[in-house]
């Protein structure tokens, strides 16, 4: 494979709080903090820039799942996983598409 960069912020005092990388390595989700400010960005393989998955603005992710097809594929048509974050709340990922799973 080849190495590509990959600009997730044009400021300075931007980190990179976590990274979650999918077994076979071919989805990633990264998470960045500026100041208070948290933003979750999705990358795959057959993508050319990061997406913001706007859903989770300001939302902690600290552990993720990933869908057993997705570490099978590329590309980010496959990609699923089942998020967690620090106050308990539970995220599905679906090609992309955030949605919030209510346990009970």
Not at 46 to 61: A, M, R
Request: hydrophobic share 40%; net charge neutral; with cysteine.
């Amino acid at each position: 494979g080849s190495i590509s960069e990959v600009m997730l912020s044009k400021s300075h005092e931007c980190k990179i709080r976590r990274l979650f990388v999918d077994p076979c390595g071919h989805h990633i989700l990264v998470l960045i903090q500026q100041g208070l400010y948290l933003e979750t960005y999705y990358i795959g393989s057959d993508f050319s820039k990061p997406v913001p998955l706007k859903d989770l603005k300001g939302i902690n992710v600290t552990s993720v799942a990933w869908g057993m097809q997705t570490a099978l594929t590329r590309g980010a048509g496959y990609s699923s996983a089942v998020l967690g974050t620090d106050t308990g709340e539970v995220y599905g990922v679906s090609n992309i598409m955030v949605k919030k799973i209510i346990v009970e």
